[in-house]
T-cell receptor, first 113, second 112 residues
Framework: EAQVTQNPRYLITVTGKKLTVTCSQN?????MSWYRQDPGLGLRQIYY???????DKGDVPEGYKVSRKEKRNFPLILESPSPNQTSLYFC????????????FGQGTRLTVV | GIQVEQSPPDLILQEGANSTLRCNFS?????LQWFHQNPWGQLINLFY???GTKQNGRLSATTVATERYSLLYISSSQTTDSGVYFC??????????????FGTGTRLQVTL
């Protein structure tokens, strides 16, 4: 089954404790991205990647890192989480060709206290 | 950047009723998708519909790209249809994929 898998689904952590949210897709997609969803602000892109070792900033990259060492995986790294990063996070993937369907993971609900 | 407006913002229906949700966008698009966000926060793909009409069970969607709008029809609504419906578009440009820009959503509540 074609899918995007994120882990964990729920996470509560403390300020400053490094964490990684994993994302994996099985559709051989080149384009992967991370979004965060906040009340009143909608979904906003954090980072994206067009292929292995090719990443770039989206609209709200501050406080986040990503890596793309393998085509299928695109982890989101919070080196020093802060309470303003409490949010619902989604990973998405699609083919590199513009205009193709994007698939989203199940979401990760992160709370930073 | 592109503007994506959805209407109505909120909708309350009795079970069995029909409804139409609208998405207007301000620029040419490569891609348009409809999603349902359920109460647990999951985004469920409903339709990939950059143009034309598609149907899936009680749901159908139509996109008129030249007039920059899309409609989502829900017939014989059920309580499990409750949640927020998002329209998302990818701005048309040559070459590679780009981000999806989401509308503000329509919050649907279906009551017994």
């Amino acid at each position: 089954e074609a899918q995007v898998t994120q882990n964990p689904r729920y996470l509560i952590t403390v300020t400053g404790k490094k964490l990684t949210v994993t994302c994996s897709q099985n559709m051989n997609h080149e384009y992967m991205s991370w979004y965060r969803q906040d009340p009143g602000l909608g979904l906003r892109q954090i980072y994206y990647s067009m292929n292995v070792e090719v990443t770039d900033k989206g609209d709200v990259p501050e406080g986040y890192k990503v890596s793309r060492k393998e085509k299928r995986n695109f982890p989101l790294i919070l080196e020093s989480p802060s309470p303003n990063q409490t949010s619902l996070y989604f990973c998405a993937s699609s083919f590199l060709q513009g205009g193709t369907e994007a698939f989203f993971g199940q979401g990760t609900r992160l709370t930073v206290v | 950047g592109i503007q994506v407006e959805q209407s109505p913002p909120d909708l309350i229906l009795q079970e069995g009723a029909n409804s139409t949700l609208r998405c207007n966008f301000s620029d040419s698009v490569n891609n348009l998708q409809w999603f349902h966000q359920n109460p647990w926060g999951q985004l469920i793909n409903l339709f990939y519909i950059p143009s034309g009409t598609k149907q899936n069970g009680r749901l159908s969607a139509t996109t008129v790209a030249t007039e920059r709008y899309s409609l989502l029809y829900i017939s014989s609504s059920q309580t499990t249809d409750s949640g927020v419906y998002f329209c998302a578009v990818e701005v048309k440009r040559t070459g590679t994929a780009s981000k999806l820009t989401f509308g503000t959503g329509t919050r649907l509540q279906v009551t017994l």
